[in-house]
């Protein structure tokens, strides 16, 4: 965790190093480094939700390259697949039966939407999951980029809130 203060005097290339785990969207890491100082943790979370909003279809299919398929333990020890390993954490990879599951509904939804499947899993159970992923399976595809989207922009700020302390 790097302190506010610290990450307000970091140099771009630093600050941008240190939130760039967050997504895997330049413009979105070029805007909340460039709007610093922040006066508080607030208002950088403020402002790095803000920034979120103008995110599209083109933004998703972009940081969707960096999420790994929910129920699939993210291989390499790229800081993202770490992150995603954690955020996993409450989805019991011994359970084979769930993993089947998970797996069999990731292909629907790949198949449907021709993305992967995206859900805020920090704190959510593999079962959870797997009636979260069934009721958006009903979305039309427009809606379900809004779905995508609200998901990308909760595990965004949650990595972040987790990246900078007070
Ligand atoms: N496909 C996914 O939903 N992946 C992820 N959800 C998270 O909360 N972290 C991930 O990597």
């Known amino acids: ?12 290339p630093q600050a941008l190093a240190l939130i ?6 330049p413009a979105w890491c070029e805007a909340v480094v460039a709007a610093r100082p922040y006066a508080s943790r607030e ?3 403020g402002a790095a939700q803000q920034a979120s909003q103008s995110w599209g279809e083109a933004e998703l299919n972009q940081a969707l390259s960096a ?3 929910i129920g ?5 020890s790229q800081v993202h697949a770490a992150l995603s390993r954690q955020e996993q954490g409450a989805v019991n990879d011994q359970d084979s039966q769930l993993a089947l ?4 509904g990731n292909a629907r ?5 021709g993305r992967v499947f995206l859900i805020r899993a920090k704190g959510r159970s593999g079962e959870e999951i797997l009636a979260a992923l069934a009721q958006r399976l009903n979305n039309s595809h427009a809606e379900e980029v809004q779905a995508a989207l609200e998901a990308l922009r909760e595990i965004t700020l949650l990595r972040l ?4 302390s007070e």
């Open 109 to 113: 939804y790949e198949a449907r939407f």
């Open 20 to 25: 760039a785990p967050c997504v895997a969207i």
């Open 43 to 45: 208002s950088l979370l």
């Open 101 to 104: 599951a998970l797996k069999a």
């Open 67 to 69: 999420h790994s398929r």
């Open 161 to 164: 809130e987790g990246a900078i």
């Open 72 to 76: 699939e333990k993210p291989t390499g």
């Open 1 to 12: 965790m790097t302190a506010l203060s610290h990450f307000n005097h970091l140099s771009p």
